[in-house]
T-cell receptor
């Protein structure tokens, strides 16, 4: 079974600075997808960014980018120019590309943005 | 932008009672999901649903749970004889495609609703 681990329960960053959230996963599959979801206090799960394992290029969405290291099974999220609205719980998630449709989530990292 | 909507936002029920959580997925989506998040814990997969049947379920999704798409728009999760440990936030999600169509496409992310907070007393 796949597992996703986020080793940082809490992180903080100064407004306008850059922060990196860590995620590692364990799988024997070669075809899969990785995601970062944001959960603000409203509790809604919002997709931030996704990465296909078959793509070598790291995904980027505006101020959000990932560092995908397939051999190391690492998938970190970098938030540049942090804004107060970025404060939220961030979840890393894994989805198989061949066997099933479930998302497996990590424990989450609570990000605080200090003004 | 179309959204997944869930009702009610908060449901309080007594232990042993049945509850039905309701979801309206995005209209052109074909795959539907339920996830739950016990307070302070990670989000857990419960079940996925496609073409009017369960396509995958987790070990959490036992006989106490059932899902249904009673009409063309609603997707419901029924919990029979609720227990204290069923207290959690329940999220509905939908996607255009998923496993079973050949490949998970770039443009088929899961869209989550705002969740229903279930409190069992």
């Amino acid at each position: 079974a796949q597992t996703v681990t986020q080793s940082q329960p809490e992180m903080s960053v100064q407004e306008a600075e850059t922060v990196t959230l860590s995620c590692t996963y364990d799988t024997s599959e070669s075809d899969y997808y990785l995601f970062w979801y944001k959960q603000p206090p409203s509790r809604q799960m919002i997709l931030v960014i996704r990465q296909e394992a078959y793509k070598q290029q790291n995904a980027t969405e505006n101020r959000f980018s990932v560092n995908f290291q397939k051999a190391a099974k690492s998938f970190s999220l970098k938030i540049s120019d942090s804004q107060l609205g970025d404060a939220a719980m961030y979840f890393c998630a894994y989805r198989s590309g061949t066997s099933g449709s479930r998302l497996t989530f990590g424990e989450g990292t609570q990000l605080t943005v200090n003004p | 932008e179309p959204e997944v909507t869930q009702t009610p936002s908060h449901q309080v029920t007594q232990m042993g009672q049945e509850v039905i959580l309701r979801c309206v997925p995005i209209s052109n989506h074909l795959y539907f999901y339920w996830y739950r998040q016990i307070l302070g814990q990670k989000v857990e997969f419960l079940v996925s649903f496609y073409n009017n049947e369960i396509s995958e379920k987790s070990e959490i999704f036992d006989d106490q749970f059932s899902v249904e798409r009673p009409d063309g728009s609603n997707f419901t999760l029924k919990i029979r004889s609720t227990k204290l440990e069923d207290s959690a936030m329940y999220f509905c999600a939908s996607s255009e495609e998923g496993y079973g169509t050949g490949h998970y496409r770039d443009n088929s992310p899961l869209h989550f609703g705002n969740g229903t907070r279930l409190t069992v007393t």
